[in-house]
C-alpha cells in the first residue's frame, strides 16, 4: 500500500503474514504547553499505524527549532512530552533529525509492524459506523490561540488529543472490523468519504450522533473556526446529500489533530462507541438526523 490509496499509511510486505507499516507527521504549535505539544505530536503520529491495525515499534523523531528566539530548554520539554507517550506505546525513539526553522514545528516518523492490515477499503453494506474520540480539536485550538478558550474546554480537549488509538484499534480488531481510518486534517467527513470512495459504497450519518468535545459547538458558533476547517467544508459540500445545522456541519469538517478512529463494523455488532451511521449501496453520504 502506498500513497495511491489515500490510506492512513505504507505498508510493505516482508513476508507471508508480516509486513511493515510506515508513516510520517508533524505540526506547528497548536497549544501553549510545550509538554502538551510534544505528547500531542507522539500521539498524532502514532495514530496512523494504530489504524492500519499495526503495532508501533520504532520511532524518528523531527524538529524544528528557532533557536534565536526559543531556548533549547523549550525545546526540551517538547522533546520530553514526545518522549513520554512514545514511552507509554512501548515505541523506541531510535533517532532523529532537528534544523534551524523560523517558526517551531515537530512529529515523528514511526515504523510499526502489522500481521493483517486493516484498510480503508474494506466497508461493506449494512455495516455500522462507529467513532471513538469525540470531536472538535481544530475549533478548540483556534479559540485558544485567539485567547478566547475556557481552560476546562482546553484540558478536555489535550486529554483527548494525547489519548492513545491502542486500545481502541485493538476492540474494533476484535470485532472483527471490516474498514478503519483515523480522523485528523481532513475532518470527519473527508476521511469518510475516503472510506467510502475506497470501499465503492455510500453512507447514511446521523449528524446528532457524532459525539462533540465539550464547548466545541459554542466555540465554533462564537466564530472559532480554523482556515483548514474551511477548506475541508468547501470540498465536502458537493458530496453531501441531505442538510443539517451549519455549525454541525461546520464541525463536522473540523480537522482535527490525534482524533479518533471512524470504523466499519459488522452489523450486530455491540461495541462501547457511538454509532454515527450506516453503510448503504450508492457513493452518495447522506445526512439524516435520528
Known sequence: M?????DDAGVYRLSEGRALVQTVDFFTPIVDDAFDWGRIGAANALSDVYAMGGQPLTALQLIGWPRDQLSFELAGEVVRGGAAVMAEAGCTIVGGHSIDAPEPWYGFAVTGLVDRPITNAGAQVGDLLVLTKPIGTGVITTAL?????????????VES???LN???AASLIALGVHAVTDVTGFGLLGHLVEM???SSVGAVLDPGAVPLLPGARELCAAGAYPGGSRRNLTAIRPRLVGD??????RLLADAQTSGGLVAALPPGTSIGYPVIGRVVAGGELTLVSG
Open 196 to 198: 467510502l470512495d475506497a
Open 145 to 157: 490561540k485567539e485567547g478566547n478558550c475556557p481552560p476546562e474546554v482546553l484540558a478536555e480537549a
Open 166 to 168: 491502542a486500545a481502541s
Open 2 to 6: 502506498g500513497i495511491g490509496t489515500n
Open 244 to 249: 443539517t445545522d451549519e455549525i454541525i456541519l
Open 161 to 163: 488529543m494525547t489519548t
